[in-house]
Structure formats: structure tokens, C-alpha cells
């Protein structure tokens, strides 16, 4: 009550919110974790690139390059205590050049190697959660996490909850360290490895309706443009598992009824793609999209099976915190 | 918002500083914050966007760069805060 109190009086003061193209420009840098070209986002909110890096540090005191910087750090530490794969695979899918280049963001950013920091964190946060200690500290080996960690409740995009909420989502174990934005203390959890997908004609309303009515629990919401309105959402489900869904693209993703509203695919995660791409042409069956790398840093692959089920599958892990 | 136990000392580069939060509140930070807690520590953690900041606290976030202040110091442009 006391936070709502203080909110109402927030909305009621006449103070002076940054300019509209500012929080475009914010969506398009953050919500693309740091991927979009900030050459792209000038163009879209219809200012010079000097002109948006001017504004950008006035109203946050970064401009847009540094902001970029530090959306891809917060997306590779995401990834690495999601247990995406090997710091070889997140720095590819964060779009450094390769791994050292990774390492001088993160000894610039973090004062130290992403192999340090998971060497000196991650054994603390599985004893915090009561999980097994993750291999500590060799760079080439995959992160692992406990099962069934505890998730964190905050998130770039405002956070709806639904009746009661999750238990234990309010909770964050570990030190608390102010930084950009979301927490360095994200407790290890993991995500199904396969997502119902849904797709919406009006997708905010999904949003709103698919706490309220059917109770699920928001994890993320990447709010897209006017063709687009929730480029992505990821949902949990309190006793597990969770969906992904979106609005409609404007341009067909999937031929005929499947994967439109109305329907629902699948989306399966996996490190091994291309190995699930092989088995599903060698069987003969209808390729929906050729394996190929996503502009959110994914390699993915989509196919028809024999009864016209659409599923995808990709490296993508799913947010996760 | 740490519960139970304030927030105590800790340092960010060069700077350390000492005394104790209660409701800590961080700009944007390039640099990593070191803190020292004496053990377990719970509480609750808000990611607010920037840009809302002068609704939410008063000032824009560029003023809050790199710092930490306690959230009863901000400017009382909403009356006073959570209190």
C-alpha cells in the first residue's frame, strides 16, 4: 500500500518525463540487448545519431553506445546464470567478437573475467538455493545450475503479478549490489526445454488476460513497434514450465493455419540444432524456416511434421530471470 | 530494499564509502560495486528504467550516475517518500 501510495502521488506531480523518442530509442536499445545498431535507432526515432547520444546522456548519463555496451553485458551475465551454454557460445550469441572480447567488457564492466565471477558466485548462489555446486571457474566448460532455483522478480519491462503470485518470487538470496539495472545476484534456475507458443492478434490483452484469468506468471515482456506490439513474452506457469508467445507478425511466419491465433506450436531449446535438423530432413519432412542464426542471437530451425504440427527449435534458452 | 539488516559499506573503483542503507537507491553504473556484507543478506530489488526517474524520485538518472544514495535523500518533488 505504501508503494502504491507513493506511485499515485508520482503519477500526480507535474514532473517532466523524457521526450517519447527517448524511451522509443531505450525500448530499441534494451529490448535488442544492445544488438540494434545505434545508427538504426537514430533512424527510427527520427534524430541524428549525435543528437540521440546527447539526450540519451542527459536523461541517464550514458549515451546510446555505452547503453548498448551494458544491455550486452546484463544479456551475457543473464546467459551465463541461465546455464546457456559455454562462454565461447554466449559471446557469440552477445555478439562479441569472440571470447576475449567478452572478457575485457567484463573485466571493464565487473573488474573481472565472466570465469572469475561464476569461479567466485555461482558455488554461493547453489549453496543459497540448496542445489549443486556448479562447475567453478573453467571458461570452455558449460555453467550448470541447480534445478528448480529461485526466480527474481524483476525485469527492464514493468512486472504485472498475478493472484498471490509465485511463492518465492519476491525473494532475492545473495548480496545486493546496485548496478544497470537488474541485479548481479540472479539466483541459477532452469527453463523448460520446451515452450508452448502462442501468437495473438491482440497480444496485450493476452498479456493482461493471461494472468488475470488463466494465472500465469510474467517473466518478460519485449515490447516491439506499431507492426508488433509484443515482439516477445515469456510466461510462467506457477506450478512449472511456461509459454512463449507474441503478436502476429505482420509478414506470415508460418505458411497455412499453424502458428497462427488460434493455433499453438512448440518450441524446443537445445544446443545441438543442427543435429535435430538433420534427423527431421533426412526424414523427408517440410522445412518451415532452414537452421539459421536469429537476430536475437539464436540458431534455429523450423519444420512441418507429418500431420502439419508446426515446431522450432533453437539454442535460444528462453530469459529465464 | 534490504530487509532486517540495512545495507552497509562497500566501494565502487577508487571510492569506498561507509555507513549504512536502508532503501539504497543506485544510478547507472559502468563500474562494479563492491559490497561487504557480515552474511546473509535479504530484501528486495526494483529495476526501474531510467527514464522514469525524474517522475520517481525527482531528478533525472544522469545526477544519480555511478552513485548510491539513501532514497529518503531524494529531492521531495512527490511529497515526501515511501515513508
Known amino acids: 500500500m505504501l508503494v502504491r501510495d507513493w506511485l499515485d502521488r508520482c503519477a500526480g506531480t507535474d514532473a517532466t518525463d523524457p521526450k517519447p523518442e527517448l524511451f522509443r530509442a531505450w525500448e530499441l536499445i534494451i529490448g535488442s540487448r544492445g544488438r540494434r545498431r545505434i545508427s538504426d535507432v537514430a533512424a527510427d526515432v527520427g534524430w541524428s545519431r549525435r543528437h540521440l547520444t546527447a539526450q540519451l546522456r542527459a536523461a541517464t548519463g550514458y549515451g546510446a553506445k555505452d547503453l548498448a555496451r551494458l544491455a550486452r553485458f546484463q544479456q551475457a551475465r543473464r546467459m551465463i546464470v541461465t546455464a546457456y551454454g559455454s562462454l565461447a557460445d554466449v559471446a557469440a550469441a552477445c555478439r562479441y567478437a569472440d571470447q576475449s572480447h567478452l572478457n ?8 573481472c573475467t565472466p570465469g572469475e565471477w561464476i569461479a567466485a558466485e555461482v558455488p554461493v548462489l547453489s549453496q543459497l538455493t540448496g542445489g549443486p555446486a556448479a562447475p567453478a571457474g573453467d571458461r570452455a566448460e558449460r555453467v550448470g545450475g541447480p534445478a528448480g532455483g529461485r526466480r ?37 534456475r532452469t527453463n523448460p526445454g520446451a515452450w508452448p507458443t502462442l501468437s495473438y492478434r491482440d497480444a496485450e490483452a493476452a498479456v493482461r488476460y493471461l494472468i488475470d484469468v488463466v494465472g500465469f506468471v510474467e517473466s518478460v515482456v519485449y515490447r516491439g513497434g506499431d ?95 | 530494499m534490504p530487509i532486517d539488516i540495512p545495507l552497509g559499506g562497500g566501494s565502487a573503483g577508487s571510492r569506498a564509502w561507509s555507513g549504512e542503507f536502508l532503501i539504497p537507491l543506485g544510478g547507472l553504473h559502468s563500474r562494479a560495486v563492491l559490497l561487504s556484507p557480515k552474511g546473509p543478506q535479504v ?41
Open chain 1, 227 to 321: 507492426d508488433r506490439p509484443i515482439a516477445h513474452a515469456e510466461f510462467r506457469w506457477p506450478d512449472g514450465g511456461g509459454i512463449m508467445f507474441g503478436s502476429e507478425p505482420s509478414e506470415g511466419r508460418w505458411s497455412g493455419a499453424a502458428g497462427a491465433p488460434g493455433t499453438s506450436s512448440a518450441y524446443l531449446s537445445t544446443d545441438d540444432v543442427a543435429e535435430v535438423a538433420r534427423r527431421v530432413t533426412s526424414a523427408g519432412w517440410r522445412v518451415l524456416r532452414p537452421l539459421a542464426e536469429t537476430d536475437y542471437g539464436s540458431r534455429e530451425f523450423a519444420f512441418f511434421d507429418p500431420e502439419g504440427n508446426a515446431w522450432s527449435v533453437g539454442t535460444y534458452r528462453g530469459e529465464g530471470s
Open chain 2, 43 to 83: 530484501g528486495i530489488q526494483l529495476a526501474v528504467n531510467p527514464l522514469a526517474s525524474p517522475r520517481l524520485f525527482g531528478m533525472p538518472a544522469s545526477e544519480l550516475l555511478g552513485q548510491v544514495i539513501e532514497f529518503d535523500q531524494t529531492p521531495p518533488a512527490n511529497g515526501s517518500p515511501i515513508a
Open chain 1, 152 to 188: 527474481r522478480g524483476s525485469v527492464f519491462c514493468k512486472t504485472r503479478r498475478g493472484p498471490g503470485g509465485h511463492p518465492g518470487s519476491m525473494t532475492t538470496s545473495g548480496t545486493t549490489t546496485p548496478e544497470t539495472g537488474t541485479s548481479t545476484t540472479t539466483v541459477p
Open chain 1, 104 to 111: 575485457a567488457e567484463w573485466r571493464e564492466f565487473a573488474g
